[in-house]
């Protein structure tokens, strides 16, 4: 399968630990977008890469979430010192560059914070 | 500072009926309009989209309509069938980040 794939795609945590997600992007897609759900909410963009660089970053993504693509191909992000309002799904997109290219979504990693 | 409406919230259809669901967006900085499915616990799948340069656009039993001086573009679900029972979000991309910006959510529920 070649599609955006996510890891892991559940994870319960405690308050106050560190978790991080992981996306692979479709292959040769240089752009890669990080959004956050939550339920009966549509997806909040939290932040993009072109390639390796971090374009932008969502007034969302607060300074206890990191993200990273080091080799402009997979991603993490991170969240530090988790509070139980950061319990959501965290969606990984990918797409070519270019005017109405199509971004697809990978499945998702559902974090729930006890 | 929501750029993106979407209406209604909720829609009831019986199967074989026409589901319809509205969006409106307010910022003109847009290049690209897409409707994307999410069933529970899944991913948000890419259904249709359309350029703003065209105003209607099918695949299937889908159809968007786009009218651009009213900033507003539209789902048609012909012949709704109960396995398109899914929350429907429609979005719009910015033209220099490639950003969605998703409306609200519609649930479906196509009643057999």
């Known amino acids: 399968d070649t599609g955006v794939s996510q890891d892991p795609r559940h994870k319960i945590t405690k308050r106050g630990q560190n978790v991080t997600f992981r996306c692979d992007p479709i292959s040769e897609h240089n752009r890669l977008y990080w959004y956050r759900q939550t339920l009966g909410q549509g997806p909040e963009f939290l932040t993009y890469?072109?390639?390796?660089?971090?374009?932008?970053k969502s007034r969302l993504l607060s300074d206890r979430f990191s993200a990273e693509r080091p080799k402009g191909s997979f991603s993490t992000l991170e969240i530090q010192r988790t509070e139980q309002g950061d319990s959501a799904m965290y969606l990984c997109?990918?797409?070519?560059?270019?005017?109405?290219?199509?971004?697809?979504f990978g499945e998702g990693s559902w974090l729930t914070v006890v | 500072q929501q750029q993106v409406k979407q209406s209604p919230q909720s829609l009831i259809v019986q199967k074989g009926g026409i589901s319809i669901i509205n969006c409106a967006y307010e910022?003109?900085?847009?290049?690209?309009f897409p409707w994307y499915q999410q069933f529970p616990g899944k991913g948000p799948a890419l259904l249709i989209a359309i350029r703003p340069d065209v105003s209607e656009k099918k695949e299937g039993r889908f159809t968007i309509s786009f009218n651009k001086s009213a900033k507003q573009f539209s789902l048609h679900i012909m012949d709704s069938q109960p396995g398109d029972s899914a929350t429907y979000f429609c979005?719009?991309?910015?033209?220099?980040?490639?950003?969605?910006?998703f409306g609200q959510g519609t649930t479906l529920q196509v009643k057999p």
């Open positions: 997109a990918s797409s070519p560059t270019g005017v109405g290219n199509t971004i697809y």
């Open positions: 979005a719009a991309r910015g033209s220099n980040t490639g950003k969605l910006i």
């Open positions: 890469f072109q390639n390796e660089a971090q374009l932008e």
């Open positions: 910022n003109t900085a847009f290049d690209y």
